[in-house]
């Protein structure tokens, strides 16, 4: 799909889905998928990140003809002949959503598709079996908008038990959305290397063994995004493109009491919205 113009949409809007995959030899990949509309001009694009252990990342974008991922029944489905992938992510378990945000000037929608799927993976010609996750954000106002200073984010995946959470700080404090095995959970500690559940009378060590990015991801985008929306870079404030992003890979130990404990995996993100007034 190519950019285009859409004079029914004069405002702001972003749909972005997140698919990831870790493989059972260690190979991590990672797919944005996106359609943004600005003062009636809609610019699809699409990121991919490919990593295994010992090697170079490989990373790839496109901003035409990007396609977008479909849902039909538990399986997600999405592809890019043009990057050589192609992959199904396929769950057993029912999804997620919250709306992060509202106000009046518009929401944060999120949806949690797939919070542990069985992925197949096809990727420069070779398969790959693992397990994956897969969500989607809806917004209708700019995320520079929202009073964000910090956002935690991950979700960890093992045989039999997986967990999601979400945490923003804001300047009155943090707000934060947490699942265990499909529960809601309340009261949680969300830190880069452990998050702390009451309600499961546990903790989920985090090693970050991997990072998998680590850059001003919102500056590169929006670079590239100018292309196509004339302007797009002056609204946003430096602040916001400034923001630090870590993304890791970490073997994950969940510890369940003193007798009770298991392995899995994460991957997980902390970004940094103000890092100049952190570092004054």
């Known amino acids: 799909m190519k950019h285009t113009r859409d004079t029914r949409k004069k405002g702001f809007h972003l749909t972005k889905w997140f698919l990831d995959f870790a ?17 009636g001009i809609t610019v699809p694009y699409t990121h991919i990140l490919w990593q295994r252990p010992g090697e170079p990342t490989t990373q790839k974008t496109r901003y035409t003809r990007a396609r977008m991922p479909v849902q039909d029944g538990r399986q997600l489905i999405w592809g890019d002949p043009r990057c050589q992938v192609a992959g199904i992510w396929e769950t057993s378990v029912d999804p997620l959503e919250a709306r992060l945000f509202e106000s009046g000037q518009g ?26 996750y897969a969500e989607v954000l809806h917004m209708t106002i700019p995320a520079w908008e929202m009073p964000m200073r910090e956002l935690r984010w991950g979700h960890f995946l093992s045989p039999g038990h997986w967990g999601v959470w979400i945490e923003i700080k804001e300047e ?15 009261g949680c500690r969300i830190s880069d290397s452990e998050i702390y559940i009451p309600g499961a009378n546990g903790s989920l060590l985090l090693n970050r063994g991997r ?32 923001a630090d992003a870590h993304k890791w890979y970490s073997q994950a130990r969940m510890d369940l009491g003193p007798k009770e404990t298991f392995t899995g995996r994460a991957i997980h ?12």
């Open 23 to 39: 493989g059972e030899d260690g190979s991590v990949f990672i797919c944005y998928a996106a359609r943004l509309t600005w003062k």
């Open 107 to 132: 929401y944060l929608d999120w949806h949690c598709l797939h919070p542990c799927s069985r992925v197949t993976l096809e990727f420069e010609g070779s398969q790959y079996i693992g397990e994956g």
């Open 172 to 186: 009155t404090g943090p707000r934060q959305w947490v699942w265990w095995d499909g529960k809601p959970e309340a």
């Open 211 to 242: 990072v998998l990015e680590a850059d001003k991801k919102i500056l590169q985008i929006v670079g590239k995004l100018v292309r196509y929306l004339p302007g797009f870079r002056k609204v946003i404030p430096e602040s916001f493109l400034m």
């Open 269 to 280: 993100e902390f970004v940094n919205f103000n890092p100049a007034a952190d570092g004054a």
